[in-house]
């Protein structure tokens, strides 16, 4: 098993940035797939974007792509998603999830393991 604790959300303006952060604890980290979601009240959890477990392949939503990175550490057991130019659109509870796969997975129900989210607000 492994344990996932987002950090970093908050309020920022349109036009502004911030950097999630996504800790796991447990099992070789090294070994999970990771992806980032998110999800509005009365929607569905929305796919953001994966890492493989090498860090060498990203992949994003095309409404986030040139604007949001994805990257990883994996000696420190650490996944972040650094989230640039800003819209209010992007205003959601961000999550991090963990698959052991050789693939970065896209839908929320090949995740395995799931951090409790935290909240970012963009105001226009």
């Known amino acids: 098993q492994v344990q996932l604790v987002e950090s970093g959300g908050g309020s920022v303006q349109a036009g502004g940035s911030l950097r999630l952060s996504c800790a796991a604890s447990?099992?070789?980290?090294?070994?999970?797939?990771m992806g980032w979601f998110r999800q509005v009240p009365g929607k569905e959890r929305e796919f953001v974007g994966g890492?493989?477990?090498?860090?060498?392949?990203?992949q994003y939503e095309d409404f986030v792509k040139g604007r949001f990175t994805i990257s990883r550490d994996n000696a420190k057991n650490t996944v972040s998603l650094q989230m640039n130019s800003l819209t209010p659109e992007d205003t959601a509870v961000y999550y991090c999830?963990?698959?052991?796969?050789?693939?970065?997975?896209?839908?929320?129900?090949?995740?395995?393991?799931w951090g409790q989210g935290t909240q970012v607000t963009v105001s226009s």
């Open positions: 999830a963990a698959k052991f796969s050789e693939i970065i997975k896209l839908r929320n129900i090949d995740y395995d393991y």
């Open positions: 890492i493989s477990r090498s860090g060498y392949s990203t």
């Open positions: 447990g099992r070789t980290f090294s070994i999970y797939t």
